[in-house]
């Protein structure tokens, strides 16, 4: 059995609630997870006070379970280099302070191979849609690039490793929202149906959900830990138990008068099988 904690918008800052956050801490030891995700926007505006907060909780992670960290929309600096015009590297900056120079990390543990897709990249001619005045800095775009390094990496996992791939914008539509967080979002359904994953976490819209792509990789969305969720849900993280036949993804939901997270009944998926060691290349 392999155990993975989502979790994903915490907006360390101004929106943060703290009451779930050390509920979170408290309770991913008893969960003893494989591994922990944090799926972006750890911060609210990309200031050192709040990488400093996000650090101090996901040391706490890391001291239960190997985890990882990629950037969101709101830790991305894009007002120092919009459009890249003075560099990538600048837009970056505090976030490889606080989480080192990998944008886009992996992990590879027993029977799991984690790769993560860099998709949030500020005000970006790749990321900007036909209504770029409504939301320049928040939709992303999936490079081709990272979508050939994940495949050339999930070739060489073990055959029967699962292959999961993070990204930090949903890669489904949102049920509320009826948004879709990447610019050019079907030919990145397409590039993500064919790197070889098995599941998909990813956060960003800030309402919880399961469902299939392409009707063989689950997505994994998870919600935020804020007060500004979609329809004033409750807040939810991610449990997901994996067999060698099943995907079980269950939405823990925060309870705000008990202030604990209650988890919900699992949406069950079959596991994608992998037929020969050889990957399928990105379309």
Known sequence: MIRLVQ??????????????????AALVPELAPTAVVVAGDLTQRARHGEFQAALAFVKDLRKTAPTLVIPGNHDVQWWASPFDLLGVRRKYTKYRIYFGEDLAPGLALPGVAIE????????????????FWRDPAVKGHLPSAELARVAARFAAAPRDALRVVVTHQNILRGEISRRMGLARWKAAQLGL????????????????????????????????????????????????????????????????TRRRF??????????????????PQPR
């Open 7 to 24: 979790v994903s918008d915490l907006h360390f800052g101004r929106d943060v609630d703290l009451d779930q956050i050390d509920a979170l």
């Open 116 to 131: 993560s897709l860099l998709t949030s990249h500020g005000v970006a001619v790749g990321s900007m849609t036909w209504k």
């Open 193 to 256: 149906g064919g790197v070889g994953a098995d599941l998909v976490l990813c956060g960003h819209d800030h309402q919880e959900g399961a469902g299939l792509l392409d009707g063989q990789v689950v997505i994994a969305t998870s919600s935020t830990h804020t007060g500004r969720t979609r329809g004033r849900r409750p807040s939810a993280f991610n449990l997901i138990d994996v067999s060698a036949d099943t995907i079980q993804v269950r939405h823990g939901c925060w309870d705000r």
């Open 262 to 279: 209650d988890l919900a009944t699992p949406a069950v998926f079959p596991r994608r099988t992998h037929l020969s060691s050889e990957v």
